[in-house]
């Protein structure tokens, strides 16, 4: 059954493509073999580089305002759903503040509470990225939504952070351990249930406390299932031309002509992770 908010994200989407608002970004798709048999995907951009992927100086806050035309809903006062400018997949979805807070600090209640009232219709696999070494591309708060059909797997690397959540089968020397924490999800999400895990896992993965600390300790990745929450503690936001953001713990990796994709073809996908995790964790 589809969703209000997912047939709302249709219909602006297909007004925002008529009027230019939207550009989506034409890729080709190719895979690579992980450790463990996982598969990521990895897209290559064909389109012109988009200015939130182009190294540049101060811009224009794109959320304050929001491009009305890619409005998909309000969330309360605090919050408002708007389509991705240029969107890889379709109906992928940003929940922003409507008034400015910054993204390099925590999260609020009322960010989880937004997140949860939409995912009680709308799940898929929700991720955050904590500032520019982290992936973001913009400093106004924003979490990000790719929906999911009911059955259809959430990540390309669903199943590590299973295994993880779970502690079962993972090995204590895989590195990217040191850097991530990751807990199951076995009850109905709420604002205060998203709060609770995501500061106790921020606080075991040393990025400190709110009650200590006015924003984050370091940079990170934020990932989110209906099964299971992950943070990953970062240090650089790309290496070898490749920006990575937390879709690319996800799975997911976009490359451009500037990525050296001879070097992740020979060396794997997780020497890409693990380059730009916080080895310090």
């Given amino acids: 059954m589809t969703s209000e908010l997912l047939r709302k994200a249709k219909e602006v989407t297909v007004a925002a493509s008529a009027s230019g608002a939207l550009v989506p970004l ?11 048999g996982s598969r990521f995907e990895l897209r290559h951009l064909l389109s012109a580089t988009p200015k939130h992927l182009r190294a540049s100086g101060p811009k224009p806050n794109p959320f304050l305002p929001w491009d009305q035309r890619l409005e998909v809903d309000r969330i309360g ?38 997140l949860a009232r939409i995912d009680a219709t709308t799940t898929g696999l929700w991720f ?38 779970q502690n079962t089968t993972m090995s204590a020397q895989d590195p990217l351990l040191r850097s991530s924490r990751v807990a199951a999800i076995s009850s109905t999400l709420t604002g205060e249930t998203l709060q609770e895990l995501y500061l106790a896992l921020a606080d075991d993965l040393g990025l400190g406390h709110p009650t200590t600390d006015d924003c984050p300790r370091g940079a990170y990745n934020l990932l989110l299932s209906r099964q299971w929450m992950a943070i990953v503690r ?15 713990f996800a799975g997911s990796l976009l490359s451009t002509d500037a990525s050296d994709r001879q070097w992740i073809q020979r060396s794997g996908p997780e020497a890409l992770l693990q380059a730009v995790v916080d080895a310090d964790g």
């Fill in 128 to 165: 955050f990225n904590s500032g520019p070494d982290a992936g973001a591309s913009q400093p106004h708060r924003h979490l990000q939504l790719l929906p999911r059909a009911a059955g259809e797997r959430i990540c390309a690397r669903d199943d590590w952070f299973r295994r993880c959540a």
């Fill in 26 to 36: 034409d890729t080709t798709l190719t895979h690579l073999m992980g450790d463990g």
């Fill in 234 to 248: 970062r240090r650089r936001e790309g290496i070898r031309g490749f920006s990575v953001n937390a879709l690319g």
């Fill in 77 to 114: 006062d605090s919050h408002v759903v708007i389509l991705n400018k240029y969107p890889v997949q379709t109906s992928h979805m940003l929940l922003i503040t409507q008034d400015w807070q910054p993204q390099t600090g925590w999260l609020s209640m009322e960010d989880w509470r937004s």
